[in-house]
């Protein structure tokens, strides 16, 4: 739907060395990295400025917890269509990926990147 934000899910998956996501960036839209927490009995949704994976563990963004908010996406994209995403990490490492857009409830496949310690960096 025209103006609203779209959400982006993934994982990430480390070997043996640690990585800190830094950002996430798309020539057609502005991302910013979110997390979900509970505030007593409120649902809150905070921006995150960086998100830290240990070594050896895998990171899930998903409905619920942290995910991608993707703002501005041009009003006639569809789902099908492909989003060019610049994942930054620190160590100044990037990797670039083409998403592919799903309608909001639908099954989409998840994309993992996995990441090999320092060979990533």
């Not at 103006?3 to 982006?8: F, L, S």
């Not at 994209?77 to 490492?93: A, D, I, S």
Request: aromatic content about 6%; charged content about 20%.
């Amino acid at each position: 739907m025209p103006g609203r934000p779209a959400a982006g899910y993934f994982t990430l998956e480390t070997r043996a060395a640690p990585i800190e996501l830094i950002a996430v960036e798309s020539p057609l839209a502005r991302i910013e990295m979110h997390g979900m927490s509970m505030a007593g009995e409120v649902m809150r949704m905070d921006r995150l400025p960086s998100v830290r994976v240990a070594a050896n563990e895998r990171m899930r963004f998903a409905p619920g917890g942290r995910h991608l908010m993707i703002f501005n996406l041009p009003s006639n994209f569809k789902p099908g269509e492909t989003v060019p995403l610049m994942f930054r990490f620190n160590g100044g490492t990037m990797i670039k990926v083409e998403a592919v857009a799903s309608a909001a409830g639908a099954d989409a496949m998840p994309m993992v990147m996995p990441m090999s310690g320092h060979g990533a960096h």
